[in-house]
């Protein structure tokens, strides 16, 4: 087997707030996120192919990224979706995303995964992601940990 893993690191920055959390946390605050996605493949094996020896091109991989996940989270407040109505009228004009559960870095993880599985390339696989919500904390999710 010649399988290789590919990393490609992003950052973007999102505010959220985990409602009814007991610590500073329930109030709406930033981060800088730094995600880590690594994908899965043997190289293209083709002379002449413009993609030969590449499992995948970085920037193909950056743009899925750009379209998938970080359009929806950059820059956006992201808040679990029963957030009370007076706070989602008064941003209405923000730029929110509104998530079926609480916007932890567990939770936002799944929702990359979610985002991105789907657009890779038949002959990629999604190996793992690993989010930084802080400069001291991250979370990862890894296929081989959901078998
Ligand atoms: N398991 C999780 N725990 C916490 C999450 C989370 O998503 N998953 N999120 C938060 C807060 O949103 C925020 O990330 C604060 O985390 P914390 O490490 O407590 O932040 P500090 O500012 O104290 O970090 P320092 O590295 O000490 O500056 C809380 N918990
Ligand atoms: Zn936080």
Not at 49 to 60: I, S, T
Not at 77 to 97: I, N, T, W
Not at 107 to 125: A, E, F, R, S
Request: proline letters at 7%; hydrophobic letters at 40%; a negative charge.
């Amino acid at each position: 087997m010649d399988t290789i893993r590919l990393t490609r690191r992003f950052t973007f920055e999102a505010a959220h707030a985990l409602a009814h959390y007991d610590g500073l946390c329930r109030h709406i605050h930033g981060h800088s996120y730094k995600l880590e996605i690594t994908v899965m493949g043997s190289p293209i094996k083709t002379p002449g192919h413009p993609k030969d020896g590449m499992v995948l091109d970085f920037g193909d991989l950056k743009q899925l990224v750009q379209t998938h996940v970080l359009e929806q989270l950059d820059h956006a407040l992201v808040l679990r979706y029963e957030s009370p109505a007076p706070l989602l009228a008064v941003l209405q004009d923000h730029k929110l995303l509104l998530l079926p559960y609480q916007p932890t870095c567990e939770n936002l993880l799944l929702y990359i995964k979610d985002c991105l599985q789907p657009h890779l390339p038949p002959t990629v696989h999604l190996h793992s992601l690993r989010l930084w919500e802080t400069e001291n904390a991250f979370g990862e999710w890894h296929a081989a940990d959901n078998f």
